[in-house]
């Protein structure tokens, strides 16, 4: 049988002067080089702040005082009392130690910790609310106060 014969089963033969796929021209761009980024854990010994911990160390204080210690810090990440380090290139012994010294010293980064409102119990809500360092949970307390006694009417009281 030949080639040109409809009973041969097959990859047809191109048809004469097309390009294979290896020969026709691209026209996407070539990605982006990505940045290299190394990658250290280290021990945290203090709890960071979340929903469930409110006055922990909030990520961004422990980050911008990692980057005093260490220009090269770029980001952190943390699961349970490990935090993890990227910094743009390798860092030297010296900011390694530092860095160490820095998420090891439990004195300073509790400096770091929003301080608690002194005005949790205060009778005027309203207070708590405008207050920037109310901490989510006081604040929502403070809220409920407020919308029970000014915002929700209760059965037979009229305004």
Known sequence: ???DDPGVVGRPTPPQGALTA???PTTAKPP???PVQ???RL???VPVRDFDNPDGVNLKDVLAAAQSVASAVSDLA???RTLTVFSDRPLESAERSEL???LADSTRLARLARPKVAATTAADPIQLLLDETTDDQTWLRA???YAVTHLIPREGKQE
């Open 38 to 40: 190394h990658v250290e």
């Open 22 to 24: 290896a020969q026709r």
């Open 78 to 80: 943390v699961l349970g």
């Open 43 to 45: 021990p945290l010994v």
């Open 1 to 3: 049988m030949s080639q």
């Open 32 to 34: 982006a080089p990505t």
């Open 143 to 145: 809220f409920r106060r």
């Open 100 to 102: 160490a010294a820095l």
